[in-house]
């Protein structure tokens, strides 16, 4: 699973997902600038250091989940997600 970046490619946020033990499966980013593991109020964009100044002829597609965004961009365009 990849990170969330800032637009220069600096780590913010390193997603994990957790299984919930009878309530299902859930999502807890670890946050690289506090060194705390907490559930932010807004998400971050995934690949947003990739997609921050994308050349005028290459669209973004934007996608549901990162698992979407690695597979579109291993398919050589630009993805991100939120």
């Known amino acids: 699973m990849g990170k969330y970046s ?6 913010v946020l390193i997603p994990d997902r957790f299984e919930g033990y009878g309530r299902g ?4 980013p670890f946050d690289v ?7 932010s109020q807004s998400r ?3 690949h947003l ?3 921050a100044q994308p050349p005028r002829d290459r669209p973004i ?11 579109v961009t291993a398919l050589g365009y630009l993805a ?3």
Do not use: H, M, Q
Request: charged content about 40%; some cysteine.
């Open 6 to 11: 800032k637009k220069t490619g600096a780590p």
């Open 25 to 28: 499966n859930f999502f807890l």
């Open 33 to 39: 600038t506090k060194e705390e593991w907490k559930a």
């Open 44 to 46: 971050r964009i995934y």
């Open 49 to 51: 250091d990739r997609i």
């Open 61 to 71: 597609i934007w996608v549901e989940s990162e698992k979407c965004a690695d597979a």
């Open 80 to 82: 991100g997600s939120r």
